[in-house]
C-alpha cells in the first residue's frame, strides 16, 4: 500500500511539474535594461484606444509605445502571432523616428516570441540585429543583456559551452558598469546552465551570489525566482531540510508579492521535499496546494485571454463598422465628387468646343483675307510680267535691229575693204616702183585690219542678249571651239547667206567651206546632218 502510495504521488508530481513547466516557459523574462512587466489583459483596450489617439495626433512614437505594450500583453497571455504583429509595427515605428534603444529592446522582444514559438534562428536574428543596434551606440547594458539572450538561447539548445561564453561576456559588461542587478541574472542564468549538467554543487554559489545582489538592489521578485532554484539544487544533492528552508523563504515573498506562478513552483518544491523527507502526507498536503493553485492560474488565465480575445473581437467590430461607415461615406463623397467632376468636365468641354469654333471662324477669316490678299499680289505679279515681258520683247526687237545694222556695217566695211584691196593689188601690179613701196605700206595695213576683232566683242554682246545661253550649250556640245569658230557659229545662227558671211569673215567661198568641213568634225555631226539645221535647234 505504501509502495502505492508514494507511486501515485511521484507520477502526481510528474504531472504538476509538466504543467508548471509549460506555465514557467511561459512567463520566462530574462531581466532587460528597462524592466516592464506585462499589464493586465483589461488594459489592452486602454492601451489600444492610447493608439489610436496617437496615430490621430501624429504621435508615431507615442503610438510606438503602444504598438509595444499591447505586443506584451498578448505575449503574456501566449497570443504569439498578434504579438509579433504588434511588435513588428512598434518596431517599424522606432525605426523611423530614430529611437535606436528603443528599437533594440523591441527587437530583443521579438526575439524572445520566436523563442517561444520554436524558431530559434529568427529569434537568434533578431537578438543580433538588437546587439549592432547597442553597439552602435555603445549603450553596454544594453549589450550585456542581449549576450545573456543569446547565452540563455544556447542553454535551451544544449549548447553548453556557447550558453557559457555568451552568459560570461554579459557578465563581463555588467561588472565593467557596475550593473548589480544585471549581474544577478547572468549569475542565475548561469547557476541554471550548471544544474542543466547536473553539477549542483558549481550551481548553488552562483545562485547565492544572485541571491545577495537581488536583496542588496531590493528586487523581492527576483529573489522568489533564486531562492526556488535555490532549493531545487539543495533538494537534488539530498539535504532536503535546507532546500525546504529556501524554498518557505520563496513561498513567502511569492504570497506576499501575489506571485501566483511563483508560489505555484514553490508549493510543488515543497511536496518534493517532504516527499525526499519520507514525510509523503505533507507531501500530498502541498501538491493539493501546488495543484489548486495551478488550477487556479488556468482558470484566471483562461479567462483573461478569453477577455482579451473578446476586447480584440469588439475592436475589430468596432474598426468594421467604422470602415463600413467611412466607406459609405466616402462613396458618398465620391459620388458627389464624381458629379461635380462630371459637370465641370462637360462645362469645360462646352467651352472648349465654343472656343474650337470661334477659333475656327477666325481662322477662316483670316485665310480669305490671306487668299484675297495673295490672289491681289498674283494678279499685280502677273502684271507686272507682262509688263516686263513686252519690255523684254520690246528690248530684244530693239537688240535684234542693232545686231543687223551692226551686222550690215560691219558687211559694208569689209566689202568697201576689199574693194580697197583689190584696187591696191591692181595698183602694186603696175610698174610704177615709186608708189610700190607705199602701196604695199597700204595693203598690209588693210589686211591687219581684216583679222582685227575690235568689233567682234561688241557684235557678241548683243548676240548674247538676243541669244540667251547660246554659247554655253554649244561649249556643252564642244569645248574645244576657237573664237573663230564661235564667229562662224553666231553668223549662222543668223541665218546669212555664204556669201555675207564670207564678207564679214574675211575670207573666200572655198575657205568657208573649208571652215564649215571642219566645224562639222568638231561637232561630231554624222554625215548627211544640216550643220545650220543643228546651230538653229540649239
Known amino acids: 500500500m ?133 553597439s552602435s551606440g555603445q549603450h553596454q547594458a544594453g549589450m550585456a543583456f542581449t549576450h545573456g539572450k543569446i547565452g540563455h538561447l544556447y542553454e535551451k539548445q544544449q549548447q553548453y559551452d556557447s550558453a557559457f561564453y555568451y552568459q560570461r561576456l554579459a557578465l563581463a559588461r555588467y561588472l565593467q ?33 544572485a541571491l545577495a545582489l537581488n536583496r542588496q538592489t531590493g528586487d523581492s521578485i527576483a529573489c522568489i525566482e533564486v531562492l526556488n532554484n535555490l532549493g531545487d539544487v539543495l533538494r537534488k544533492t539530498g539535504r532536503h531540510a535546507e532546500a525546504l528552508q529556501q524554498t518557505r523563504a520563496a513561498l513567502a515573498l511569492a504570497l506576499r508579492h501575489n506571485e501566483q506562478y511563483q508560489a505555484c513552483s514553490a508549493y510543488r518544491d515543497i511536496a518534493k521535499a517532504f516527499n525526499g523527507l519520507g514525510q509523503n502526507d505533507s507531501a500530498y498536503y502541498y501538491l493539493e496546494l501546488s495543484r489548486h493553485h495551478l488550477l487556479q492560474i488556468y482558470s484566471r488565465e483562461n479567462g483573461r485571454q478569453v477577455a482579451l480575445l473578446q476586447t480584440m473581437y469588439d475592436i475589430e467590430k468596432k474598426n468594421n463598422e467604422i470602415g463600413r461607415l467611412r466607406n459609405a461615406r466616402n462613396i458618398t463623397l465620391a459620388l458627389v465628387v464624381v458629379g461635380l467632376l462630371l459637370v465641370i468636365m462637360a462645362m469645360l468641354i462646352i467651352s472648349r468646343q465654343r472656343l474650337k469654333i470661334r477659333n475656327a471662324q477666325l481662322l477662316n477669316a483670316q485665310e480669305k483675307r490671306n487668299y484675297e490678299i495673295a490672289k491681289a499680289l498674283m494678279e499685280s505679279e502677273m502684271e507686272h510680267k507682262k509688263l ?151
Open 388 to 538: 516686263q515681258e513686252h519690255s523684254l520683247k520690246q528690248e530684244l526687237e530693239v537688240r535684234s535691229k542693232e545686231l543687223s545694222t551692226h551686222t550690215l556695217h560691219i558687211i559694208q566695211k569689209n566689202q568697201l575693204l576689199e574693194n580697197l584691196h583689190n584696187r591696191l593689188e591692181e595698183m602694186v601690179k603696175e610698174d610704177r616702183r615709186d608708189q610700190k613701196k607705199q602701196l604695199k605700206q597700204l595693203q598690209l595695213q588693210i589686211n591687219r585690219n581684216f583679222n582685227q576683232d575690235q568689233h567682234w566683242d561688241e557684235f557678241r554682246g548683243i548676240f548674247e542678249q538676243v541669244h540667251q545661253s547660246f554659247f554655253d550649250k554649244l561649249k556643252s556640245c564642244c569645248e574645244h571651239l576657237t573664237p573663230g569658230d564661235l564667229r562662224l557659229i553666231a553668223l549662222l545662227r543668223m541665218n546669212l547667206p555664204s556669201g555675207d558671211i564670207a564678207t564679214l569673215l574675211g575670207i573666200s567661198q572655198d575657205s568657208l567651206r573649208v571652215l564649215r568641213y571642219r566645224l562639222r568634225k568638231k561637232l561630231n555631226l554624222p554625215q548627211g546632218e544640216s550643220l545650220a539645221v543643228f546651230i538653229q535647234s540649239l
Open 177 to 209: 558598469i557596475d550593473d548589480h542587478r544585471g549581474m544577478a541574472k547572468i549569475y542565475e542564468n548561469i547557476g541554471s546552465i550548471y544544474e542543466d549538467l547536473a553539477r549542483y554543487d558549481s550551481a548553488a554559489p552562483y545562485f547565492r551570489r
Open 2 to 134: 505504501m509502495l502505492f502510495y508514494r507511486t501515485f504521488l511521484t507520477l502526481l508530481l510528474a504531472g504538476c511539474c509538466c504543467a508548471l513547466h509549460a506555465q514557467e516557459e511561459k512567463t520566462l523574462i530574462i531581466h532587460q535594461p528597462e524592466q516592464v512587466r506585462p499589464p493586465a489583459d483589461t488594459s489592452f483596450l486602454a492601451w489600444k484606444d492610447a493608439c489610436n489617439k496617437a496615430l490621430e495626433q501624429k504621435n508615431y512614437l507615442q503610438a510606438a509605445r503602444c504598438f509595444r505594450q499591447m505586443g506584451r500583453i498578448c505575449y503574456h497571455l501566449g497570443h504569439y502571432p498578434q504579438a509579433l504583429d504588434y511588435h513588428l509595427q512598434a518596431g517599424r515605428l522606432f525605426q523611423q523616428q530614430g529611437e535606436t534603444l528603443l528599437q533594440a529592446e523591441n527587437l530583443t522582444d521579438i526575439g524572445t516570441l520566436y523563442y517561444y514559438n520554436r524558431q530559434p534562428a529568427q529569434a537568434r536574428q533578431q537578438f543580433n540585429e538588437a546587439f549592432a543596434l547597442y
